[in-house]
């Protein structure tokens, strides 16, 4: 695993990589944005890359989206996944259910920030304050009212969590492992 890449002054850039689906998550994460106060909204943008604007936002109260536009890209579908990762510093798991989400371990091996709601056993390989066990409204809001707070924070604890998640999802040793049972690719 890489380590920990550090955020670079600015505005703090949450990611979300997810195809739209209603245990996604989607809209209760945008509306949560858009609860936020205003002073902590300026200090962020997020990027939604794998749904479109009209996706993201058809739930959400006009007014309120008006008020958020500016900071929030609804990227769609983008298959250059070292694109994805560069247009973020910190990733956002926001699903209601999801086995182990594939681009935890891509942001991971890639040194970025996650932080999760409770899917995928994530609650294994970050540290609790990474992980939102409630999954309300009230709560994305605290919770992301406290990472954009932040924003300058040292993450350079996650090493060691991510070296665990490296080394208990390795795909080479998958693979050697299957070759021992002799199964045939």
Same mark, same amino acid.
């Given at each position: 695993?890489?380590?920990?890449?550090?955020?670079?002054?600015?505005?703090?850039?949450?990611?979300?990589?997810?195809? $739209?689906? +209603?245990?996604? #998550?989607?809209?209760? =994460?945008?509306?949560?944005?858009?609860?936020? +106060?205003?002073?902590?909204?300026?200090?962020?943008?997020?990027? =939604?890359?794998?749904?479109?604007?009209?996706?993201?936002?058809?739930?959400?109260?006009?007014?309120?989206?008006?008020?958020?536009?500016?900071?929030?890209?609804?990227?769609?579908?983008?298959?250059?996944?070292?694109?994805? =990762?560069?247009?973020?510093?910190?990733?956002?798991?926001?699903?209601?259910?999801?086995?182990?989400?594939?681009?935890?371990?891509?942001?991971?091996?890639?040194?970025?920030?996650?932080?999760?709601?409770?899917?995928?056993?994530?609650?294994? $390989?970050? +540290?609790?304050?990474?992980? *939102?066990?409630?999954?309300?409204?009230?709560?994305?809001?605290?919770?992301?009212?406290?990472?954009?707070?932040?924003?300058?924070?040292?993450?350079?604890?996650?090493? +060691?969590? $991510?070296?665990?998640? *490296?080394?208990?999802?390795?795909? #080479?040793?998958?693979?050697?492992? $299957?070759?021992?049972?002799?199964?045939?690719?």
């Amino acid at each position: 695993a890489s380590k920990v890449k550090k955020v670079v002054g600015g505005k703090l850039r949450i990611g979300s990589v997810g195809r $739209y689906d +209603p245990v996604k #998550n989607h809209h209760q =994460f945008v509306r949560s944005i858009t609860d936020l +106060p205003m002073e902590v909204i300026e200090q962020a943008e997020f990027h =939604f890359f794998g749904v479109s604007g009209e996706e993201l936002f058809h739930e959400i109260d006009k007014s309120k989206v008006a008020e958020v536009s500016n900071i929030i890209r609804a990227r769609g579908f983008v298959t250059q996944t070292d694109e994805i =990762f560069n247009e973020f510093d910190i990733l956002f798991i926001h699903s209601r259910s999801e086995a182990m989400p594939l681009v935890f371990l891509e942001a991971v091996e890639r040194g970025k920030i996650v932080f999760s709601t409770n899917v995928g056993d994530l609650s294994l $390989y970050l +540290p609790e304050n990474h992980v *939102m066990m409630n999954i309300t409204d009230l709560a994305f809001v605290d919770f992301l009212n406290d990472v954009i707070s932040q924003k300058n924070k040292d993450y350079s604890y996650l090493d +060691p969590y $991510y070296e665990e998640v *490296m080394s208990d999802h390795n795909l #080479n040793d998958m693979l050697l492992s $299957y070759r021992a049972l002799q199964v045939e690719f």
